[in-house]
């Protein structure tokens, strides 16, 4: 597993925007398929975004057009912007790494501890 470091959470006004990033501690982070989570109080854990280790992306329908996940593989970071915020964003942002190094083997993720976004006036 590798070790992951969530930064840039913090407090944000509703329609402001927050740019998340996770730091990952190997340069295999290039081979892992990368998404970041959510968990807001009293809720279960809910996917937001992934990218692939090939630059695909694939959004929650929630995001309807305001986030956007990338990475930059020379610095083993992956970034979650996020723009247009809403109360109901607040929650721990988590970032997940998953790769299956072979074919008949298991996939081995790694978990950051997280970040909080707060979205309130």
């Known amino acids: 597993q590798m070790q992951l470091v969530e930064s840039g959470g913090g407090l944000v006004q509703p329609g402001g925007s927050l740019r998340l990033s996770c730091a990952a501690s190997?340069?295999?982070?290039?081979?892992?398929?990368i998404a970041w989570y959510r968990q807001a109080p009293g809720k279960e854990r809910e996917l937001v975004a992934t990218i692939t280790s090939g630059g695909i992306t694939n959004y929650a329908a929630f995001v309807n057009g305001r986030f956007t996940i990338s990475r930059d593989n020379a610095k083993n970071t992956a970034y979650l912007q996020m723009t247009v915020l809403k109360p109901e964003d607040t929650a721990v942002y988590f970032c997940n790494a998953r790769v299956v190094p072979c074919i008949e083997c298991s996939a081995i993720e790694s978990w950051g501890k997280g970040t909080l976004v707060t979205v309130s006036s």
């Open positions: 190997e340069s295999r982070f290039r081979r892992n398929d």
